[in-house]
């Protein structure tokens, strides 16, 4: 496509979708670890260190709980604009399962049944589950608006600059949104990195030739 060449409205739909998902998967993942350091404040001793060893006590599991419930929700009100934490549990509930991929009843879960091996590392690892989780769910949500009777498909080959390469007919929506994302990252996408399974005989004789250019 050419560098002045106008961006099709759907494209820039897709790329406005793009940067809201990953905006609120980037928060996700910060807003965890701030949540369990609000929480690690029950944790440290007379020394000012970390004593996950206390977490053996219930009542150290339900304060460190509160933290970052209070956390949890503090940021969501406030991403939301909302004028205050929604006083039924069941509310906060649902707000913080769609938004932080988590309740308070999986949280207190995961501390009576680990205690003392509710460290940060397990923690994050357990975020890191959450946050591939809510991706799963939210990356489709960025291309859904995609319309192959319209064009949109072609219009993406021909934004990428490989018109006349990709066959259309063989790509999906999930084809041509990852392409878009990695074109805007690396500012194009090498055709020696597309599979054959979706060239035509045309980009298939294209990608053989540079293969042979390179290893010449």
Not at 168 to 184: F, K, M, P
Request: hydrophobic share 30%; proline share 1%.
């Amino acid at each position: 496509m050419a560098k002045n060449a106008p961006v099709k409205a759907h494209i820039k739909e897709f790329h406005r979708k793009s940067d809201k998902v990953k905006k609120m998967l980037d928060t996700t993942g910060v807003e965890h670890t701030e949540a369990y350091l609000k929480g690690a404040e029950v944790l440290k001793g007379e020394d000012g260190q970390i004593d996950y060893e206390l977490l053996e006590d219930v009542v150290n599991q339900d304060k460190m709980l509160d933290k970052m419930m209070d956390h949890y929700l503090a940021g969501v009100v406030k991403e939301l604009g909302l004028s205050g934490k929604p006083k039924d549990t069941l509310d906060q509930d649902i707000l913080l399962k769609k938004y932080r991929g988590i309740t308070r009843e999986s949280l207190k879960s995961d501390l009576r049944s680990t205690k003392s091996g509710y460290t940060l590392k397990a923690h994050e690892g357990q975020r890191d589950k959450l946050i591939e989780n809510q991706q799963k769910e939210l990356i489709p949500l960025t291309f859904d608006h995609f319309d192959r009777g319209k064009g949109h498909l072609d219009d993406i080959v021909k934004a990428i600059g490989h018109s006349g390469s990709i066959n259309v007919d063989s790509i999906e929506e999930g084809n041509a949104a990852q392409w878009l994302d990695e074109h805007r990252q690396a500012g194009e996408i090498r055709l020696v990195s597309i599979s054959d399974r979706y060239l035509t005989a045309s980009g298939k004789a294209k990608k053989k030739a540079l293969k042979s250019k390179y290893k010449g």
